[in-house]
């Protein structure tokens, strides 16, 4: 007879969301499983950059991110190990769109108490003398900004969770999620039945396909996405501490790493990769970019618009892996109203790592309370349940596809703050 596991809530996926939920949960007193496909951290977690930029287009996703920092020094305090470096950032702007974008942005900011202003581009050059700045109309800096260690976030989520009670299994694919009566009783992998009241579906990339176990939709599609890392050069050096940069009219982002340069991309026309092709025992961490592909050579073009000692023959390696966009950009977090006790945490488009410090509390209070202390309206997983356009696969895919490429291509336009917003 196959061995019965039970427990409070068992938690599909073991990148940053999952594991953060899952410490949150048993924070709480909730016994708590996470079942792992393959390695913890593994997956798109384990090829992310972790840009941190707090500043977003409306208030309440700001908020999360600043509490989303008091969340990782407190993490830092609790595991003794060093996550969030606080280099500042800055964003830049060549075209008049852009330095628009940009004085808008800072309006915004400075309406809630945000520490963000514009900054002459003599003052842009000094900070940064590897970037090339004479083409720059207007920027702006964030000197509370910075980045996440991922590997570090994962220790710490890994070490506290341990620490409250949260049991991890690893190379344990689910491959059904047990229903009775449109109620969740668990789920079943390798074999072994696991039981438990609430489940959640933080599979990232296989998201869609772990809702599909029931016959949900998820609007999630998985898109490749490619960076750089440039090995440290005497002739450019670059601090430890140099603020990231965010390039929108360029799709790139970039940030200090190791000695060297981390330069990530947004690519107009991304990958779409299809999950249930991959083999049972894919690795994500064994994924390889190709050289000559579409991708690399903007990649490499972009980069090179910016920072031009940089070209083909740098050394430098390459980076690849899996996102998991939706429609808007926007994750999905909580319950849709097809079955009772399924609660999703995926889709954060590209900024899993930062999002999830405030995700995991989010959806512990959402699983344990029937609510949460933060707004969670433009967040919430049922937002395009049965909208027509958003049910077929193949035009869940076209606009996901869409929205990635277009990520860093749209002038953003910050939502106005209403009086009395934090």
């Known amino acids: 007879m196959a061995q019965t596991f039970t427990a409070d809530v068992i938690i599909i996926g073991g990148g940053v969301a999952g594991l953060s939920t899952a410490m949150q949960l048993a924070g709480r007193g909730a016994r708590v499983v996470v079942l ?25 996703h700001t908020r999360m991110l600043i509490d989303g920092i008091e969340i990782v020094r407190q993490l830092e305090t609790e595991a003794d190990v060093s996550i969030f470096l606080q280099t500042g950032s800055l964003r830049i702007a060549e075209t008049p769109e852009r330095a628009a974008e940009i004085a808008a942005l800072v309006e915004m900011g400075r309406s809630i108490g945000f520490d963000i202003d514009q900054l002459p581009i003599a003052d842009v050059a000094k900070l940064l003398p590897y970037m090339r700045t004479d083409d720059l109309l207007d920027a702006c800096y964030c000197p509370t900004d910075g980045h996440i260690q991922p590997a570090e976030l994962v220790s710490a989520y890994l070490k506290v969770g341990k620490r409250r009670g949260v049991e991890y299994q690893t ?11 449109g109620r969740i009783q668990g789920v079943k992998a390798l074999g072994r039945e696991y039981h438990a009241p609430v489940v959640v579906n933080a599979g990232g990339p296989w998201s869609y396909l772990n ?88 990649l490499l073009e972009a980069a090179t618009a910016r920072f031009p000692w940089l070209d083909e023959r740098t050394p430098m390696s ?4 899996i996102m998991t966009f939706t429609p808007d950009a926007r994750p999905f977090c909580g319950k849709m109203p097809d079955v009772e006790g399924l609660f999703h945490c995926a889709g954060f488009s590209g900024h899993g790592i930062v999002q999830s410090p405030t995700i995991g509390l989010i959806m512990s209070q959402l699983i344990l309370d029937g609510q949460s202390t933060y707004d969670c309206e ?13 049910v077929n696969r193949v035009e869940i895919e076209d606009k996901c596809v869409r929205m990635a490429g277009n990520y860093y291509g749209t002038i953003e336009r910050p939502a106005p703050v209403a009086s009395g917003s934090r």
């Open 378 to 390: 433009s967040i919430e997983a049922d937002r395009y349940f049965e909208v027509p356009g958003y």
């Open 36 to 60: 792992e496909r393959e390695r913890i951290g593994n997956g798109s977690t384990g090829r992310a950059a972790g840009l941190l930029g707090q500043l977003r287009g409306n208030a309440e």
């Open 171 to 181: 190379k344990t694919p689910v491959s059904e999620i047990l229903l009775k009566g």
């Open 318 to 321: 390459i980076t690849t892996g």
């Open 211 to 298: 809702a599909e176990l029931v016959d949900a939709v998820l609007p999630t599609a998985a898109i490749g996405h490619y960076y750089l890392t440039t090995r440290p050069d005497p002739a450019h050096p670059i601090d430890r501490l140099s603020p990231a940069i965010r390039d929108r009219h360029l799709r790139l982002y970039t940030r200090p790493e190791s000695g060297g340069l981390i330069v990530g991309i947004y690519d107009p026309e991304p990958e779409l990769h299809d999950m249930r092709r991959l083999p049972v025992d894919f690795d994500m961490s064994r994924m390889k970019a190709a050289r000559d592909s579409i991708q690399v050579a903007r």
